[in-house]
Structure formats: C-alpha cells, structure tokens
C-alpha cells in the first residue's frame, strides 16, 4: 500500500511517499481510508529532534475516515463508516496518511448520521477539538447573551470551525489571528469583529485588563492565553487547546480569585470512547455544512502531503487540508 512515512534522525526526519508492507500495521479492525487532514501535530512529528513521534519509522496522520475491510473481534460489520482519531494514531500508531490502517476496536468511532466521511475529515482532530470546546464552555452556562466570545488562532483548523460553531449559534465572536489579510475569510465564517494578537489585552501594564470576554476558545497558548485571562470579564471561561504560541503558561492566580475566572484544557487524545461518541453526533447537528466546506484550504493526494506539512509548520495554511487517500496518482 501507499504510505506517508516519517524516518527519525538526527538531522532532520524524512518524510516521503513509498510502498508500505501492510502486513506490518498492527490493531483488530482494518480500514480503508478514504479521507485524512493534516493537523498541527502531523507538522510536529515532522520536524527535527520532536518530542511527538513515538516511533520510527511512522506512517503519519492523527486521524482518518474510512470503511472497515475487517473487524476480528466481530463488533463491526464489513463496510461500516468510521472515524478514527486520537489515542496513539500517527503518534505511536501508524496513522491515517495511507491507503490501509490498522486500529484497535475501541478506537473506532461510527460516523453520524448527517455527516459524510469527506465532511468528518474536514472537521478532523481540529473541529472535534472546537466542539468539544464550545459544549465545554455553554455547560458552564456562557450564552449569546453572556457577552462576546474570543478565538484565538482563528484562521487555523480548530479556531475557523470554533468561529464557525459560534456564529451559526447566534455568539457574538470576536476572531483574533495574526494574519490581517484573512479578515474577510474570518467574518464570512460568522466573526462579528477581527483583531490582531495584540489587541487582546488593552493594558498590559497593569494587574488586570479590561472586562471584554465572557468567555474565549484558545488555540495559541502562551502569552495569548496570559493575555485573555487577564482580560476576560468576571465569572468568563476559557477552553484551552493549543500550543502554537508556547507551551509555557505565566501568569498570576488574580483572574481566578477576585474575577473567579475558569481555564478549561480541553484533550482530543485520550477522551473516553462515550464521550468521543457523544461530540461527534453534536457535531454533525451542530455545524452547518456549507460553511464546513468553506473551510477547506486545499484538496490533495498523497503524494502531495510532505510538501503541504512544510506549509503547516510554518503557518501558512488558513483552515483545513483535505487528503483524498484514493486518488489515483501515477
């Protein structure tokens, strides 16, 4: 089968398209992929001396939508829908950048009714991430009436669907991005307003910013996130997911004990199989699928994939980029 294939050293990785002995992959349930996306992450496993990668060599892709060829533990039925993502996939699991992969049952999620394999691969890790954040943030009872709702990192993958999500439910949202030539895409998408990244916090200088946010969607981490507690309005929240401005978090225990302010870290890797289940069936209510598509960045091959990771690792991908894993390339 064709495969993606990530090769450690000690330079830099090796990723390339090449013939992959199927034999090899490991997991009860077979599929064939249908469709993949590339996500921060699949970026990460690409670059040199990454803490990310598992294992090498490694078939990347943190997620896939297929149909199963083959179940030994006879829980699903031969042609089932499914997706997969999360868990050890792409990682230290053979990912879904391939023709075949090979999971273990408890990983496969049956895809929504409402929701084609190609829609769920537009969503991917990134729109289940962003749903999961906003069921994490309207459970704590922030509504379109609670104020505006910032998202940070809003033309990558997670933050265009979370402005997505935001909008079509009638929230005022406010979409930060340090790309100003994506405004337009942003408010298409449902944005009310777009900002820069150094917008955020009106007053950096002082223990506290301005009440602006009743609550946030991170994608950035950092010193975005430092930023947006510092300014988001009492009793505000914020879901937190990314790490593309620094995996490092400083910042004062002030927003939450005198604003009582709440962080919520929002995980897409080891989330229960019932709950993984239950975002997934919201998703495909929830998000309207014609703008779903207008997400979509790119669509390509395989053979494509190792040019297009360079582009995520550098940024320079707004929303999502679709891979057809059966195109027929010579």
Same mark, same amino acid.
């Given at each position: 089968?064709?495969?993606?294939?990530?090769?450690?050293?000690?330079?830099?990785?090796?990723?390339?398209?090449?013939?992959?002995?199927? /034999?090899?992959?490991?997991?009860?349930?077979?599929?064939?992929?249908?469709?993949?996306?590339?996500? $921060?992450?699949?970026? &990460?496993?690409?670059?040199?001396?990454?803490?990310?990668?598992?294992?090498?060599?490694? @078939?990347?892709?943190?997620?896939? *939508?297929?149909?199963?060829?083959?179940?030994?533990?006879?829980?699903?039925?031969?042609?089932?829908?499914?997706?997969?993502?999360?868990?050890?996939?792409?990682?230290?699991?053979?990912?879904? $950048?391939?023709? $075949?992969?090979?999971?273990?049952?408890?990983?496969?999620?049956?895809?929504?009714?409402? %929701?084609?394999?190609?829609?769920? &691969?537009?969503?991917?890790?990134?729109?289940?991430?962003?749903?999961?954040?906003? @069921?994490?943030?309207?459970?704590?009872? @922030? /509504?379109?009436?609670?104020?505006?709702?910032?998202?940070?990192?809003?033309?990558?993958?997670?933050?265009?669907?979370?402005?997505?999500?935001?909008?079509?439910?009638?929230?005022?949202?406010?979409?930060?991005?340090?790309?100003?030539?994506?405004?337009?895409? +942003?408010?298409?998408?449902?944005?009310?307003?777009?900002?820069?990244?150094?917008?955020?916090?009106?007053?950096?200088?002082?223990?506290?910013?301005?009440?602006?946010?009743?609550? *946030?969607?991170?994608?950035?981490?950092?010193?975005?996130?430092?930023?947006?507690?510092?300014?988001?309005?009492?009793?505000?929240?914020?879901?937190?997911?990314?790490? /593309?401005?620094?995996?490092?978090?400083?910042? /004062?225990?002030?927003?939450?004990?005198?604003?009582?302010?709440?962080? %919520?870290?929002?995980? *897409?890797?080891? &989330?229960?199989?019932?709950?993984?289940?239950?975002?997934?069936?919201? $998703?495909?209510?929830?998000?309207?699928?014609?703008? +779903?598509?207008?997400?979509?960045?790119?669509?390509?091959? %395989?053979?494509?994939?190792?040019?297009?990771?360079?582009?995520?690792?550098?940024?320079?991908?707004?929303?999502?980029?679709?891979?057809?894993?059966?195109?027929?390339?010579?």
């Amino acid at each position: 089968m064709r495969a993606v294939v990530v090769t450690q050293n000690e330079d830099s990785p090796s990723v390339a398209l090449q013939e992959f002995d199927q /034999t090899s992959l490991e997991g009860e349930v077979l599929i064939a992929v249908a469709w993949s996306t590339i996500n $921060f992450k699949d970026a &990460m496993v690409t670059q040199a001396r990454n803490r990310v990668a598992r294992r090498s060599p490694l @078939i990347g892709g943190v997620d896939l *939508a297929g149909r199963v060829v083959s179940d030994s533990t006879g829980s699903l039925n031969v042609g089932d829908e499914v997706i997969v993502h999360g868990h050890g996939l792409g990682v230290a699991n053979h990912g879904g $950048f391939a023709e $075949f992969a090979r999971v273990p049952a408890e990983w496969v999620v049956p895809l929504p009714d409402g %929701l084609s394999l190609r829609e769920s &691969m537009i969503a991917g890790t990134a729109g289940f991430t962003a749903m999961a954040s906003f @069921i994490r943030l309207t459970s704590l009872g @922030i /509504t379109p009436s609670s104020g505006p709702i910032l998202v940070t990192g809003a033309s990558g993958g997670v933050g265009s669907t979370a402005v997505a999500l935001l909008g079509h439910a009638g929230f005022d949202v406010v979409a930060s991005t340090g790309k100003s030539d994506e405004s337009a895409y +942003l408010l298409s998408l449902g944005a009310r307003e777009v900002i820069g990244r150094e917008d955020i916090d009106d007053a950096p200088q002082k223990t506290f910013g301005t009440e602006r946010w009743a609550g *946030a969607i991170d994608c950035v981490g950092g010193a975005t996130l430092h930023s947006i507690l510092r300014s988001l309005r009492y009793g505000g929240v914020v879901a937190a997911s990314g790490l /593309t401005g620094g995996s490092q978090l400083e910042t /004062t225990v002030y927003p939450f004990i005198v604003r009582g302010v709440s962080l %919520l870290g929002i995980d *897409a890797v080891e &989330m229960p199989s019932d709950q993984r289940r239950a975002i997934w069936e919201t $998703f495909s209510v929830a998000m309207p699928k014609d703008i +779903l598509d207008s997400i979509v960045d790119l669509e390509i091959g %395989l053979r494509e994939v190792p040019s297009q990771l360079e582009r995520v690792a550098h940024g320079a991908v707004r929303g999502r980029i679709l891979i057809d894993a059966t195109k027929d390339e010579v």
